[in-house]
């Protein structure tokens, strides 16, 4: 797990996750206390994944609806990618979770209305004992933004993925 951050955020999230308990490389959601690290917290976002089209926010910190007017906690997450994009972001999220691994992504995403910002995220899995799929954890931190405000529910028009890492917990990385 070598990965240079840009933000503190990033890193501070990373060793928490890596010093949680586990009984295998994953360790369960029942074990993961947000409020433990109440400094990250606006900046949680978790996905309940279940396919390459569905991936449910379970939840979303208040950095999320500051952006988009809103608390998007129960949305598919895919609502706000634009079409043509959602296939890419619906399968990063699906090697995650298929491998088990991390993954840091530094993103340049640009909305319909014209906000742009560059952001730097980096998500871990946590096993859903009751479900026994994956959800997967971020945090998600701006870097830099652009004055406008988010409307409601908007769609991003451009994602860039300016730069993707997967990250080994112990079962590989993808191919």
């Known amino acids: ?17 890596k010093n949680l308990p586990r009984e295998g ?10 409020e433990e690290i109440p400094s990250l917290l606006q900046n949680f976002i978790m996905h309940d994944f279940i396919s390459v089209e569905e991936s449910i926010i379970r939840l979303a910190g208040t ?8 608390d998007i906690t129960g949305r598919n997450y895919l609502d706000f990618v634009e079409d043509d994009r959602k296939i ?6 699906l090697q995650m979770a298929e491998q088990p691994c991390g993954m840091r992504v530094l993103l340049r995403q640009i909305t319909k ?19 026994g799929r994956y959800l997967l954890l971020f945090q998600h931190v701006v870097i830099e933004d652009s004055p406008h405000l988010f ?11 300016n730069k993707r890492d997967f ?4 079962a590989g990385i993808p191919k």
């Open 1 to 17: 797990m070598q990965i240079e951050f840009i933000t503190e955020e990033c890193a501070k999230y990373t060793e928490f996750w």
């Open 25 to 34: 490389l994953v360790p369960s959601r029942s074990d993961f206390f947000p």
């Open 63 to 70: 950095s999320f609806s500051n952006r988009y007017s809103e």
């Open 88 to 93: 890419y972001a619906g399968t990063a999220l």
């Open 113 to 131: 209305s014209g906000r742009a910002h560059l952001s730097e995220s980096v998500g871990f899995p946590l096993l859903n004992k009751v479900t």
């Open 151 to 161: 409307e409601p529910a908007e769609q991003l028009a451009n994602f860039d993925v």
């Open 167 to 170: 990250i080994d917990i112990g």
